[in-house]
């Protein structure tokens, strides 16, 4: 939707879109086909996994389809892009060549060096592409003039990141607002041209190709207004809503049929990213539980032999979209406690037992729960579940306190790498874990979750809220 207002339409950019949509196909058999003389085999062009590697490709490895996508993401951004889509081919390609026995005919070393050469092949295709679009397709246009209608934080964001992306080929000349620039309190890089008033009559008298309404919903009437006098010019006119206002999560538009929405409150793990994330956690979990499974056994005869009680302890948690689920952890305490009223463990807490005090400081009563993971109940990283009693007390005194479930909860968190984990017994507690359980909701990444992963290791055995 946003192309247009970067670039006006034309035969050179929908060949190079094209061709875009063909490389990774191409060069993913180049590879295959590379891999296989290397290795000394026969390289069969009219093979069924050949077709369907190529199939695969041009549906599932490819670049984002807005042009003005691509220009503007950074390269990091397209690096992590190319290989999570990279590794959804692959777990989809092993799921169909199971089924069909197309991928029988090749040996697993030419398989595994094939899928680990490639993403590189494509990584570098990729930002080759990215490059030549902006150096040569970019350099095909002039740059188009804008004004902005409103002054806000919605239109100053917008002008500082066109401002900041010179690949966008837009310069805002200046904004027009009734206010005075006192009144306003504009930033000393901004200028204020003159009032609504005086718009149509600029746009008639200057070069300006796009004109994006920042007005807020409320002053509709003077939207109207606007628009009728903008109607005797060839200007491109985008309605720009104070989305800044809203506390707003994952916030993206699209449309239903025709009917244009914006989401403010959404799971980020949507499409491919869910894919990605669902793949990471079950490939992750798979390898911890067999890599530890020596140690899961003598942990669960420890506890066995510390006191009496089950091995295994569950606890009713709320998962995802608040519905109640079974969370399994070794036990540590001499009680069971799963009902309306349940009392957060404390610092020399008499409950829990000797084996329990160690599995708690080293967080390896936790393991369990990649039972849940691969159940699809939890994730590794996400929101921590608290149990039912404690979400049905903060629930009504924490402001946004539920929308944490929107998402999966993980083993461990954003909270919790920032120290936010053990008893809370101060309600300034529990909000400051939820204002970074939010903040991963806004900002998520796979390297967020990387990244949490690693610091949760590197917190493993120097946690002090650890009891």
């Known amino acids: 939707m946003t192309q247009p207002v970067l670039l006006k339409q034309s035969f050179l950019i929908a060949i190079m879109t094209g061709i875009q949509a063909l490389v990774p196909a191409v060069m993913a058999v180049a590879s295959l086909y590379a891999t296989i003389i290397f290795f000394g085999g026969q390289f069969d062009p ?3 996994a050949i077709v369907i590697v190529g199939v695969l490709c041009l549906f599932l490895v490819q670049p984002p389809r807005e042009v003005s996508t691509q220009l503007t993401s950074a390269r990091l951004s397209a690096v992590v892009d190319v290989i999570l889509r990279w590794l959804l081919l692959l777990a989809v390609l092993l799921a169909v060549g199971y089924v069909t026995k197309s991928l029988n005919g090749y040996p697993r070393h ?3 060096t094939w899928a680990a050469v490639t993403p590189v092949v494509l990584v570098a295709t990729t930002l080759l592409m ?5 150096r040569f397709l970019m350099n095909a246009f002039d740059t188009r003039s804008a004004i902005v209608a409103g002054y806000n ?3 100053l964001e917008l002008a500082r990141r066109l401002r900041s992306n010179p690949g966008m080929r837009v310069e805002v000349t200046g904004f027009f607002d009734d206010r005075s620039m006192d009144r306003l309190g504009m930033e000393d890089d901004v200028k204020l041209v003159g009032s609504l008033s005086d718009m149509a009559q600029y746009v008639k008298t200057n070069r300006t190709d796009v004109i994006f309404v920042a007005l807020p919903i409320r002053h509709i009437k003077r939207v109207m207004n606007l628009l009728d006098d903008l109607r005797d010019t060839t200007a491109s006119i985008y309605y720009v809503p104070d989305i800044f206002v809203f506390d707003l999560i994952q916030a993206r538009s699209g449309e239903i049929h025709g009917i244009p929405v914006v989401a403010m409150c959404e799971t980020p793990f949507y499409g491919y990213r869910g894919v990605a994330k669902r793949v990471t956690d079950v490939g992750f979990s798979l390898a911890i539980l067999l890599m530890l499974l020596p140690l899961l056994v003598v942990i669960a005869m420890a506890v066995k032999l510390s006191s009496p009680g089950p091995i295994i302890f569950k606890q009713r948690r709320y998962g ?8 399994y952890k070794f036990r540590t305490m001499r009680v069971t406690e799963d009902g309306e009223r349940i009392r957060q463990a404390s610092k020399y ?9 160690v599995l708690r400081r080293t967080s390896m009563d936790e393991l369990p729960q990649l039972i849940n993971v691969l159940q699809g109940r939890m994730s590794l990283v996400g929101p921590r579940p608290h149990a039912i009693a404690h979400n049905e007390e903060y629930r009504k005194l924490i402001k946004g306190y539920m929308v944490r479930h929107k998402v999966l909860p993980g083993i461990t968190g954003l909270a919790q790498v920032n120290g936010c984990r053990g008893e809370t017994s101060k309600l300034e507690e529990m909000e400051a874990r939820v204002n970074y359980d939010l903040d991963y909701l806004r900002h998520w990444s796979p390297m967020l979750d990387i990244k949490i992963i690693l610091l949760t290791i590197a917190k493993v055995f120097r946690d002090e809220k650890a009891y």
Do not use: H, N, P, Y
């Open 153 to 155: 934080t919605s239109s």
């Open 110 to 112: 030419i398989f595994l």
């Open 46 to 48: 009219s093979s069924a």
């Open 320 to 327: 995802l979209d608040g519905k109640e689920i079974a969370v």
């Open 130 to 134: 990215q490059e030549v679009m902006r």
């Open 349 to 357: 807490d008499s409950r829990i037992t000797r084996v329990g005090g």
